[in-house]
């Protein structure tokens, strides 16, 4: 059974009216992946918000750091995991399948974090990450010690938790709008 054909239930505006700009950032999507992101396509409603998302996204995920691409990635599917987010959990799960070559990581850390095989360093990370999504107000230096103890630092510890920011807002932005995953993303990397 398909998933819904909508892409957004709060609408997506025609392309002809985007911004010269965002048109420029969709054909560079088609020349690149060969479709837009529908998180694309539903954040367009508000031009500059889409911009800013693009931006802070772009820092936060691709930037330098401790933590690799696909370590990034694998908090993201963990985080859209805890909040039941559909588009989020299909789209970074098939980013996790493209970055680590395999094609069972990103359902394991959809369905249930815990049965997939990573290094401790990255189990307390997700743990943690689980945790700061699940039940904020319990996050206490006891968890920030234990990620010391991982060998992170307070920078590596700053760098989790804005991942795991950014994709408590964005799962609850796509939830909002019953965003649907462009099908494209369910056969990437298989």
Not at 82 to 104: E, F, I, M, T, W
Not at 109 to 120: E, G, I, K, Q, W
Request: one cysteine or more.
């Amino acid at each position: 059974m398909p998933q819904p054909d909508h892409i957004s239930k709060l609408g997506v505006p025609p392309e002809e009216n985007l911004p010269d700009d965002l048109k420029v950032i969709w054909e560079k999507c088609r020349e690149k992946l060969g479709f837009v992101p529908n998180v694309f396509n539903t954040l367009s409603l508000k031009p500059q918000r889409l911009r800013d998302f693009m931006q802070l996204f772009n820092e936060i995920m691709l930037s330098e750091c401790n933590l690799s691409k696909l370590e990034r990635e694998m908090i993201a599917v963990v985080v859209s995991s805890a909040n039941h987010c559909y588009y989020c959990l299909v789209s970074h799960g098939s980013a996790v399948r493209k970055l680590s070559g395999d094609p069972q990581l990103g359902e394991m850390l959809a369905l249930n974090y815990r049965v997939a095989d990573v290094s401790p360093k990255m189990r307390g990370i997700l743990d943690f990450a689980w945790k700061l999504t699940k039940t904020p107000g319990e996050v206490v230096e006891a968890d920030r010690q234990a990620l010391r103890d991982l060998g992170l630092s307070s920078e590596d510890i700053f760098d989790v938790a804005e991942v795991v920011a950014l994709f408590n807002f964005s799962n609850r932005v796509a939830i909002t709008a019953d965003m649907m995953p462009n099908a494209e993303y369910h056969s990437m990397a298989r």
